[in-house]
């Protein structure tokens, strides 16, 4: 197990400071509810010195090549690969997924992440044409936007840390970066494995509640750019935010994403893309398939298989390499799950399986499945953000892209079927920013991530992001060699 400090500090200007007034949070484990360590929770004179340091190494970081920029993406991912069972261990520690998700998920992934922006920066260019009477040089180059604030929500706090650093390094960008309170430990230790390979100041971590150290950021003045992965009710703040400033912002929000089942699909496959929508890390993902739409003529012996399988999960020690199913972020988040349930079964839809606390703690909810749910039920629409999936029926194509986009969210979705044509129709009919086919919950570097409608702005984990985190210089050359002759008196 991870051997974590006793406290942890803020990570300003390239050194781990105290906060200013002293004040600090207590972490918990949230699978066993005991201390294991303490953060700083920042003052707005801390976020004021975190920007000021972001904005005195923007001055050179934003001059430096897209060789050194890719070397240091490099290394970064290499100290990550180096360390990976440790960062791991201080995520399933801190955030209660399972130990076999944050090695081969989480940690995994951002060592790709880091990689893939490595790579695609070198690949990166300008354009130029010619213009007007054919004396005109056009060219257009793309330059770092500036100092960013970036704010990542608890239920992966690695990833999403690797999500929103490895575009802003890339871009020759700087960053005040706030992970959330409940989760701050695993950047932290990133901070101090790689506070060699970086520039003082290119990358500044503040930790605190965010109804204050996060307020302060989100609302400072000496920001270029603001970047929010969270609730859509947050993110609709920081966006207000962010325009007052006229500044640009990309939000990835929330989902209510539908899974959607047709009678033709591989019954092994969309018996295993269900689970992996909906149970993977608790539940606790924006595009979790929640809403499972399934074809009526296999409906009751699809449950009955689902039903089976949904018992067969384990549930509990995190750390456990065999666990499936680890911990919810906290009792009240559990509680929450638990109220929707009942919630469900007021309004008519009958639990399946699970609907309960499980015996392996108070975090713990069982994988659970509510049946004969109706669309516009309350489960049906709301974000329950646990491992609560929703049985949907439905007769044919027409009607199910119809209620999949009966949702003021599209963040993700999927498509069980062996035809290519209905699965692609139906993809492209859906009101969503993601469509897997097959399976579900696959998120590589290299394929663009976000949302329509209420699940958020903008794209991630693909070469495309980098456009949010630079801007546009155009340079006019005239190659006539002569004035222009419009205030010529004739």
Not at 39 to 66: C, G, L, M, P, Y
Not at 114 to 141: C, D, H
Not at 300 to 321: I, Q, R, T, Y
């Amino acid at each position: 197990m991870a051997n974590l400090q006793s406290s942890y500090d803020l990570f300003i200007d390239g050194a781990f400071i105290k906060a200013e007034n002293g004040a600090v949070l207590d972490v918990f484990n949230p699978a066993t509810g005991e201390k294991i360590s303490q953060i700083a929770d920042a003052s707005e004179a801390d976020v004021d010195r975190a920007v000021a340091s972001a904005r005195k190494a923007f001055e050179s970081f934003r001059h430096t090549t897209t060789a050194t920029r890719s070397e240091i993406l490099l290394k970064i991912a290499d100290i990550i690969e180096q360390n990976a069972q440790f960062l791991a261990e201080v995520e399933t520690m801190d955030n209660g997924k399972p130990i076999r998700e944050t090695l081969n998920v989480d940690v995994a992934l951002s060592v790709e992440h880091f990689r893939y922006f490595a790579g695609v920066i070198m690949g990166e260019e300008g354009s130029s044409n010619i213009l007007g009477n054919n004396n005109l040089l056009s060219i257009v180059l793309r330059e770092p936007i500036g100092v960013v604030g970036q704010i990542i929500p608890w239920n992966f706090p690695f990833l999403m840390a690797a999500w929103k650093l490895a575009p802003v390094i890339a871009a020759g960008d700087t960053s005040v970066l706030k992970p959330s309170s409940e989760t701050s430990l695993s950047v932290l230790e990133l901070m101090r494995l790689i506070k060699d390979v970086l520039p003082k100041g290119v990358v500044n971590v503040i930790t605190g509640r965010g109804s204050k150290s996060g307020e302060y950021l989100k609302n400072h003045e000496g920001l270029d750019k603001l970047a929010f992965t969270g609730s859509t009710t947050v993110g609709r703040d920081v966006g207000l935010a962010a325009a007052k400033r006229i500044i640009p912002v990309t939000l990835e929000l929330g989902g209510k994403s539908a899974n959607i089942i047709y009678a033709d699909a591989d019954i092994q496959k969309a018996l295993d893309g269900v689970m992996l929508g909906i149970l993977f890390n608790q539940g606790q993902v924006c595009c979790a398939g929640s809403r499972i739409f399934v074809q009526d003529e296999i409906y009751d012996k699809f449950v009955e298989k689902l039903v089976a399988k949904f018992k067969s999960v384990k549930v509990g020690n995190p750390l456990d390499p065999s666990t499936q199913m680890g911990s919810q972020i906290n009792e009240k988040q559990a509680k929450k799950i638990i109220e929707y349930v009942e919630i469900g079964v007021k309004e008519g839809a009958k639990i399946a399986v699970g609907g309960k606390i499980s015996s392996a703690g108070k975090t713990f909810v069982e994988p659970t499945l509510l049946s004969e749910v109706r669309n516009d039920m309350c489960v049906a629409q709301e974000e329950i953000f646990g491992p609560v999936g929703v049985l949907i029926r439905f007769k044919d194509e027409a009607e199910v892209i119809k209620l999949a986009n009966d949702s003021k969210y599209g963040l993700g979705g999927a498509v069980f079927t062996r035809d290519i044509n209905k699965a692609l129709n139906t993809a492209r009919a859906m009101e969503t920013g993601r469509v897997w086919i097959n399976t579900y919950n696959q998120i590589p570097a290299g394929a663009p991530f976000g949302g329509y409608k209420e699940s958020g702005i903008g794209r991630e984990t693909h070469k495309m992001i980098l456009n949010h985190y630079t801007q546009v210089k155009n340079i006019m050359i005239d190659l006539s060699g002569k004035p222009s002759g419009f205030y010529e008196v004739k």
